[in-house]
């Protein structure tokens, strides 16, 4: 046999599984590679949020129901965006009220994305869309404000105060509608007014001087009360202690004309021991220890002194 005719099995059987290997590999490396493709390649859409499917920056796709979805590898991209309600803090702000007062005003909006193709096609990116949110809160709540005094904005008892919010919320919503941006604000609120520091001293001055005022008029109010309590206690007292006299007066004329009476009757039964003691009577008002009494010695009265009684 010619050399050239001569074949070396065991380098042949030493070919053959080293090729299958080969194969193998390939064929499990290629399986790899497509199982990849396909798991970096599925999203999955939950409760609350939107999908958006771009393809070199054009929308493709935008998935609201919840499930697993797939994109084109290497082509398409994926942009979440949320589906609930979000709030957004706006930034305080000082403002001019309709009486020249300066305030500041803070606060915040409730809202939640409606149409997610409008806000990137016209927004680009949720914060653009919340930057310009915020422009028009700013906005509609510098003119609306600036039609309102002062104490109707800070005072809750004021009717404006509600429809003030209720008119923000829907010239927002107007602005936002008519620039396309996919949003809607559901409420706009007043978190908190405060005045500039700068004015607040002042503000607390004024505030002292007219309750100082209120006091006073308070004071002048109960002095004036209580002098006309007092004028009208004084006069019933008064008519009470003329009364009380008067029926003492009658009381007592009335004691003196029984008393007169009693006397009389009294008396009327011995003249004489009336006259005596009328008599006796007289000499207690006028005659003293410093009184000297000349009398002739056959003087009734002496002879009373002397004991004589006959």
Same mark, same amino acid.
């Given at each position: 046999?010619?050399? &050239? ?26 399986? #790899? ?14 409760? &609350? ?5 771009? *393809? ?21 991209? !994926?942009? +979440? ?10 930034? *305080?702000?000082?403002?001019? +009220? ?48 600036? *039609? ?13 105060? &509600? ?5 923000? +919320? ?5 602005? #936002? ?7 809607? !604000? ?16 002042? !503000? ?11 006091? *006073?008029?308070y004071l002048s109010q109960g002095d004036a009360e209580k002098n006309k309590i007092m004028a009208e206690t004084d006069r019933e007292y008064q008519e009470m202690i ?47 220890d410093q009184t000297v009494i000349i009398l002739p010695s056959n003087s009734p009265y002496a002879r009373l002194l002397q004991g004589y009684v006959e």
């Amino acid at each position: 046999m010619s050399k &050239g005719k001569v074949i070396d099995m065991e380098k042949k059987r030493t070919d053959i599984p080293f090729r299958k290997w080969i194969k193998t590999g390939i064929v499990i490396l290629i399986t #790899l590679l497509l199982l990849f493709l396909i798991f970096t390649n599925i999203f999955i859409v939950k409760e &609350g949020e939107y999908k958006i499917v771009r *393809q070199f920056g054009e929308i493709k796709r935008v998935i609201s129901d919840p499930g697993i979805h797939i994109k084109v590898p290497f082509m398409q991209t !994926v942009t +979440t965006l949320p589906k609930y309600q979000m709030t957004l803090d706006v930034e *305080q702000s000082e403002i001019n +009220t309709k009486d020249k007062k300066r305030m500041i005003i803070d606060n915040y909006a409730i809202w939640k994305i409606e149409d997610p193709e409008s806000l990137i096609i016209n927004a680009r990116t949720m914060e653009s869309a919340e930057a310009r949110m915020e422009e028009f809160v700013y906005s509609v709540v510098r003119s609306e404000l600036g *039609q309102l005094n002062y104490d109707e904005i800070i005072n809750d008892e004021n009717s404006s105060r &509600g429809s003030l919010n209720d008119r923000v +919320t829907e010239q927002v919503n107007e602005l #936002l509608k008519k620039d396309q941006y996919g949003i809607v !604000v559901s409420d706009v609120r007043i978190k908190r007014t405060d005045l500039p520091a700068e004015n607040e001293q002042s !503000v607390y001055t004024r505030m002292i001087s007219e309750r100082e005022s209120t006091a *006073q008029d308070y004071l002048s109010q109960g002095d004036a009360e209580k002098n006309k309590i007092m004028a009208e206690t004084d006069r019933e007292y008064q008519e009470m202690i003329s009364k009380a006299k008067a029926d003492a007066e009658v009381i007592r004329s009335e004691g003196e004309g029984e008393a007169a009476q009693i006397y009389n009757e009294a008396f009327s039964k011995d003249p004489e021991f009336y006259r005596l003691f009328r008599t006796l009577e007289s000499y207690k008002k006028t005659i003293n220890d410093q009184t000297v009494i000349i009398l002739p010695s056959n003087s009734p009265y002496a002879r009373l002194l002397q004991g004589y009684v006959e």
